[in-house]
């Protein structure tokens, strides 16, 4: 998802134009090789995506929420059933793990540090969550990230416990200048912050066939889209009134302009099925 800012005015606002593409999916179109966009990976303890495996190797840091680093543990030796779950441990050696550490377990713990991970513990803050430690934590060190020059992808926080699930979106909203993306194999979700004409580039290979348009924070009064089979024109959205739920995305890309704060969700078809297919290729090495 490239998101450029201040790209300048288009038709009759004039807020600047904000720019989303996932050019950060494998098998992406649209994106000429080499022309990906550095990013930084934020691994959640829920559920480790097989879309980790494809993003890992162009990640500028890799940083688990503490018992982020349970699920990579766990789980990546389970996609290499042929090989020493150590050897696979090694190869897909998180930077930091950062939070209060009550969830990682200690040999978990020891193997990471004996490799040379940063642990980083902060017990004391009882009012964020480690997902939330973690992105000061991103946002104090690289640059980019906190000015929203480059993307966090966030793994495993749409699906589980629904109190994680609402302290993860809240995340995307406690940080608006981050461009944050929630992701796992199925869907993707992003914050689509006021003052900004959205433009969001849609790969129909890999995403949809359905999206929303949530007004999460607040309702909106004023929402005008195009390119969605069911499109606002200057509507009203609230919770206990209309959301756009069960749209879908009918053109290649897809305008949004709205007054407040919207989350936008859109569905990756066949993502898990493709990405194990092409694991199993003769010519797949793992990174
Ligand atoms: N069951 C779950 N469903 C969805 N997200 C989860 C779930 N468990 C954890 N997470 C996410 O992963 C992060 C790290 O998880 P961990 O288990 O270490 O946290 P926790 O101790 O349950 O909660 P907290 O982050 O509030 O300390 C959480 O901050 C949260 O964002
Ligand atoms: C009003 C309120 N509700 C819940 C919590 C609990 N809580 C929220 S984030 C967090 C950190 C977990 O690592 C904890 C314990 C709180 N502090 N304040």
């Given at each position: 998802?490239?998101?450029?800012?201040?790209?300048?005015?288009?038709?009759?606002?004039?807020?600047?134009t904000?720019?989303?593409?996932?050019?950060?999916?494998?098998?992406?179109?649209?994106q000429?090789?080499?022309?990906?966009?550095?990013?930084?990976?934020?691994?959640?303890?829920?559920?480790?995506?097989?879309?980790?495996?494809?993003?890992?190797?162009?990640?500028?840091?890799?940083?688990?929420?503490?018992?982020?680093?349970?699920?990579?543990?766990?789980?990546?030796?389970?996609?290499?059933?042929?090989e020493?779950?150590?050897?696979?441990?090694?190869?897909?050696?998180?930077?930091?793990?950062?939070?209060?550490?009550?969830?990682?377990?200690?040999?978990?713990k020891?193997?990471?540090?004996?490799?040379?991970?940063?642990?980083l513990?902060?017990?004391?803050?009882?009012?964020?969550?480690?997902?939330?430690?973690?992105?000061?934590?991103?946002?104090?060190?690289?640059?980019?990230?906190?000015?929203?020059?480059?993307?966090?992808?966030?793994?495993?926080?749409?699906?589980g416990?629904?109190?994680?699930?609402?302290?993860?979106?809240?995340?995307?909203?406690?940080?608006p200048?981050?461009?944050?993306?929630?992701?796992?194999?199925?869907n993707?979700?992003?914050?689509?912050?006021?003052?900004?004409?959205?433009?969001?580039?849609?790969?129909?290979?890999?995403e949809?066939?359905?999206?929303?348009?949530?007004?999460?924070?607040?309702?909106?009064?004023?929402?005008?889209?195009?390119?969605?089979?069911?499109?606002?024109?200057?509507?009203?959205?609230?919770?206990?009134?209309l959301?756009?739920?069960?749209?879908r995305?009918?053109?290649?890309?897809?305008?949004?302009?709205?007054?407040?704060?919207?989350?936008?969700?859109?569905?990756?078809?066949?993502?898990?099925?493709?990405?194990?297919?092409?694991?199993?290729?003769?010519?797949?090495?793992?990174?």
């Open positions: 998802m490239i998101s450029l800012h201040g790209l300048g005015d288009i038709g009759n606002t004039s807020n600047p904000m720019l989303h593409c996932a050019s950060f999916l494998p098998m992406f179109q649209g000429k090789a080499g022309q990906e966009r550095p990013y930084v990976l934020l691994i959640l303890n829920h559920d480790l995506p097989v879309l980790t495996l494809f993003l890992w190797n162009k990640a500028s840091l890799r940083i688990c929420a503490d018992g982020g680093a349970n699920q990579i543990y766990d789980s990546l030796p389970n996609l290499f059933p042929n020493n779950p150590a050897t696979v441990r090694e190869r897909y050696k998180p930077d930091i793990i950062k939070g209060d550490l009550d969830s990682i377990r200690p040999e978990v020891e193997f990471y540090s004996a490799l040379g991970t940063e642990i513990c902060d017990a004391d803050d009882q009012d964020s969550t480690d997902f939330q430690k973690c992105v000061k934590h991103v946002m104090g060190n690289i640059h980019e990230v906190g000015n929203g020059h480059m993307k966090l992808l966030v793994l495993g926080g749409l699906s416990r629904l109190d994680h699930v609402f302290a993860n979106v809240n995340t995307l909203y406690l940080f200048k981050v461009q944050m993306v929630l992701l796992n194999d199925e993707m979700a992003f914050l689509l912050p006021r003052g900004y004409k959205h433009e969001i580039r849609i790969d129909s290979s890999l949809g066939p359905h999206c929303g348009l949530i007004p999460l924070g607040e309702p909106s009064s004023c929402t005008t889209t195009t390119g969605l089979k069911w499109n606002l024109t200057n509507s009203s959205m609230k919770f206990g009134g959301i756009s739920t069960s749209n995305p009918v053109a290649d890309h897809i305008t949004v302009q709205s007054d407040t704060d919207l989350i936008w969700t859109v569905t990756l078809h066949s993502l898990q099925s493709r990405l194990k297919e092409q694991m199993s290729s003769a010519d797949w090495t793992p990174i």
